[in-house]
């Protein structure tokens, strides 16, 4: 009894799950069908309304146009700028040489960094032959001076003769003259600092002869630096003193503003350059001497200016032109506005005249586009 009444559960169980599957196909099958009507019932009002919008003539077409980019003009501050590489000096910094004659060098007593006083002995040149020469003027100067002063108080006695007198009195003053001399050439054989500063550079070595035409040391004061540059000589009439410059110092990744203090009026005939410089502050230790700088040097500036891409600026046979987007009812179509061009800078130009404020300048899409022709964006 149990297992006939196990198996009349089981098909009981079998036949409730093919009636479950059964009513939910016939359910998905009904929704899709009604979804159906409904589309189709959506397609029949769209198809109505558009026949009657096309037969209202009251309904404004908006004509289809080319898609572009435009940039709504608005006066901004414009400047131009002239970069060139100079480099950090000293505003004191000067070529040491040797005075006299020259001679070997016997010492040098100063390193490449080292700070000297003003009149710090830097080297020491050879002078044995004037140390000689001036201690054998010395003692024939002890020894005349010796026969002089004798024969000086003679002579205030009235005793002797004059001319032995003068003559003594010659042969002291002589030997004083040339004393003095050697030492003033013993003193040329010491190489001195003029300014009080760093030793940037020794070119000399101990044991080269040299002559007053060779530098033998570089000595820069550094409590005072500046920026050096040459400057193209097409410049020339655009940079003046006071103009705003940017320093920028690669080695450092440093900026530092300033004004040009210095304008020459030379030009160079070599390289045909000018040369302009401008004081920095010397309190950052990391600025050295000879470290390259690059100058932005501001020569134009408009607080006010109406600038536009430089890639936008077209030409035709009637002269430089932009083409803005103009409104024509409720749409907009494509003109061209003739402009003057001013300055250039990194991209960037100044419109002297030709745009005014407000005006749709078409920056993306342009290059396709006729005079004309509808563009929406």
């Not at 309904?59 to 700028?81: A, D, L």
């Not at 109406?306 to 430089?320: A, S």
């Not at 003739?338 to 404020?357: A, H």
Request: hydrophobic share 40%.
């Amino acid at each position: 009894m149990n297992k006939k009444l196990m198996r009349k559960v089981n098909w009981g169980m079998i036949a409730l799950m093919a009636l479950l599957i059964a009513c939910g196909k016939t359910d998905k099958q009904a929704e899709l069908a009604k979804l159906r009507k409904q589309q189709a019932e959506l397609a029949e009002k769209i198809k109505q309304l558009e026949t009657q919008i096309a037969a209202d003539t009251t309904i404004k077409k908006t004509p289809k146009g080319t898609r572009v980019v435009v940039s709504e003009i608005k006066p901004t501050s414009f400047f131009h700028s002239i970069e060139v590489q100079g480099k950090v000096d000293g505003d004191n910094s000067v070529n040491v040489f040797c005075e006299g004659a020259g001679g070997i060098v016997e010492e040098i007593y100063v390193t490449e960094g080292q700070y000297v006083k003003k009149g710090q002995v830097l080297a020491k040149l050879d002078d044995a032959i004037y140390q000689t020469q001036l201690k054998t003027a010395l003692s024939s100067l002890e020894y005349v001076t010796t026969l002089y002063n004798k024969q000086k108080a003679l002579w205030e006695q009235k005793i002797g003769s004059e001319v032995q007198y003068l003559n003594l009195k010659n042969q002291k003053e002589s030997l004083e003259g040339q004393v003095a001399t050697l030492k003033e050439q013993i003193s040329k054989c010491r190489i001195v600092s003029p300014i009080a500063g760093t030793v940037e550079d020794i070119p000399i070595k101990k044991g080269q002869m040299i002559s007053p035409a060779v530098v033998s040391f570089r000595v820069i004061d550094l409590s005072s630096l500046k920026i050096v540059a040459d400057v193209s000589e097409s410049y020339s009439t655009r940079i003046k003193v006071g103009d705003k410059v940017t320093v920028f110092l690669p080695d450092l990744n440093k900026e530092i503003t300033g004004k040009v203090d210095f304008c020459s009026r030379y030009i160079n005939p070599v390289n045909r350059t000018f040369n302009v410089t401008l004081r920095i502050p010397s309190n950052d230790p990391a600025i050295k001497a000879n470290m390259i700088a690059v100058l932005r040097i501001v020569d134009y500036q408009n607080p006010n200016a109406i600038v536009v891409p430089v890639n936008v600026v077209q030409t035709d046979q009637k002269g430089k032109y932009i083409l803005v987007a103009e409104r024509i009812d409720d749409s907009y179509v494509a003109r061209k506005k003739y402009v003057e061009p001013g300055e250039t800078y990194k991209g960037i130009t100044e419109i002297r005249s030709g745009l005014k404020e407000g005006d749709k300048v078409i920056t993306i899409g342009f290059q396709e586009l006729e005079e004309g022709q509808y563009v929406n964006f």
